[in-house]
Structure formats: structure tokens, C-alpha cells
T-cell receptor, first 108, second 113 residues
Framework: SQQGEEDPQALSIQEGENATMNCSYK?????LQWYRQNSGRGLVHLIL?????REKHSGRLRVTLDTSKKSSSLLITASRAADTASYFC????????FGAGTRLTVKP | GEEVAQTPKHLVRGEGQKAKLYCAPI?????VFWYQQVLKNEFKFLIS????????ETGMPKERFSAKCLPNSPCSLEIQATKLEDSAVYFC???????????FGPGTRLTVT
């Protein structure tokens, strides 16, 4: 099984700005998922992108997947203070593994 | 149920004592996962089940940690002879299929003193 690895480790922006987080992985995948964690709570699923998809949108979230580079990005547009959380990517290869996450702080 | 339930919310154990954590997956989900998160760092995968069978236990420490998912009972994660470094939040998640969206419980915070 493999892990996603997110970067940056921490990101601090002003409300209204866009936030971009990246995830890299090592071997082939069936899908990649992004999750969010608030204050030590459990992860909440945000979006799943399949290996044959290049881009997916959900509200203010946009996820891209580049299987040739084995990387994905999560873009949050028009960020809000409530978006402050840790964001994790996870890849599957029979099972799911999570990286260390990106800690996003959105300042009001 | 519609949510993954974990009990207890908090657990305090003296070093060397046993700790047992419980997880009730969402009804109809065949897969259950246990993760350990230390100090809000990465989620360390411990073990997964497909129904009552161990699916992947590559993350489980060989000593002291054990887990079960028996029919008609909550799943459990047991730590024998706890150590200070076992202090963490233990999350359980369930999923209808492996590799799909996982639904997480609120976690059990274990403090070993």
C-alpha cells in the first residue's frame, strides 16, 4: 500500500484568497481522495477523483490529477476562515493510506 | 447506524494497563479501518477488516495490539500493557468497499500516564 504525501506542510492565507495544496504518490492508483480534518476530529471526505479523470469540481473545490506525474492538487477558491483545517490526500492500492496533511490557516 | 460510533471518547490508563476501544461501523459497511493519530500528525494505518476477517494488518504493532470485528458486536482495538507512546487519538472508519470513501468516527483519545 502507498501513502499520499502532501505539500506544503502548512499554508497561511487571507480570507478571499485561493489555497492550493499538492499531493504526490508513488505507484499506480485506482482513485485519489481528499479529506479534511478539523481540530483533531475524524476526517471528512471532500472529493474522490478516479485515475481516468483529470479534473473534478465540487463547490469551491477543484481537484486535478496528473497520473503521469503521480500528483494531484486541491484548490480552494475564495477561502473562508471556516476552511481552516488540515487537508489530507489518500490513495488506494487495495487499501487507503494517508499522508501527513497540509495545515491550512485562513485569516479573517 | 448512519454514523460511525466510537467509545469511549476519552480513556486514561496508567502505563502497563490494558486499554480497549470500540467502534460501531455504519450499518451495511463491510470494511472497518483503525488509524492512530499522534499529536495531529499523519494518520497511521493500523488494521482493516472485511466483515469479521482481517483484511490488512500491516500497520499493526506485532506486540501488544490486537483487534477484532465479530458479528453482531462492535469492533474492538485492544492494547495490552500500554506505553506512554501509545497516547494518541484512535480513529475508526468504515466503508462499503475497499478503496472508496471512508466515513470516520469522532475518535477515542487515549492518554497513557
Amino acid at each position: 500500500s502507498q501513502q499520499g504525501e502532501e505539500d506544503p506542510q502548512a499554508l497561511s492565507i487571507q480570507e478571499g484568497e485561493n489555497a492550493t495544496m499538492n499531493c504526490s504518490y508513488k505507484t499506480s492508483i485506482n482513485n485519489l481522495q481528499w479529506y479534511r480534518q478539523n481540530s483533531g476530529r475524524g476526517l471528512v471526505h471532500l472529493i474522490l477523483i478516479r485515475s481516468n479523470e483529470r479534473e473534478k469540481h465540487s463547490g469551491r473545490l477543484r481537484v486535478t490529477l496528473d497520473t503521469s506525474k503521480k500528483s494531484s492538487s486541491l484548490l480552494i477558491t475564495a477561502s473562508r476562515a471556516a476552511d481552516t483545517a488540515s487537508y489530507f490526500c489518500a490513495t488506494d492500492n487495495n487499501d487507503m493510506r494517508f499522508g501527513a496533511g497540509t495545515r491550512l490557516t485562513v485569516k479573517p | 447506524g448512519e454514523e460511525v460510533a466510537q467509545t469511549p471518547k476519552h480513556l486514561v490508563r496508567g502505563e502497563g494497563q490494558k486499554a480497549k476501544l470500540y467502534c460501531a461501523p455504519i450499518k451495511g459497511h463491510s470494511y472497518v479501518f483503525w488509524y492512530q493519530q499522534v499529536l495531529k500528525n499523519e494518520f497511521k494505518f493500523l488494521i482493516s477488516f472485511q466483515n469479521e476477517n482481517v483484511f490488512d494488518e500491516t500497520g499493526m504493532p506485532k506486540e501488544r495490539f490486537s483487534a477484532k470485528c465479530l458479528p453482531n458486536s462492535p469492533c474492538s482495538l485492544e492494547i495490552q500493557a500500554t506505553k506512554l507512546e501509545d497516547s494518541a487519538v484512535y480513529f475508526c472508519a468504515s466503508s462499503p468497499w475497499t478503496g472508496g470513501e471512508q466515513y470516520f468516527g469522532p475518535g477515542t483519545r487515549l492518554t497513557v500516564t
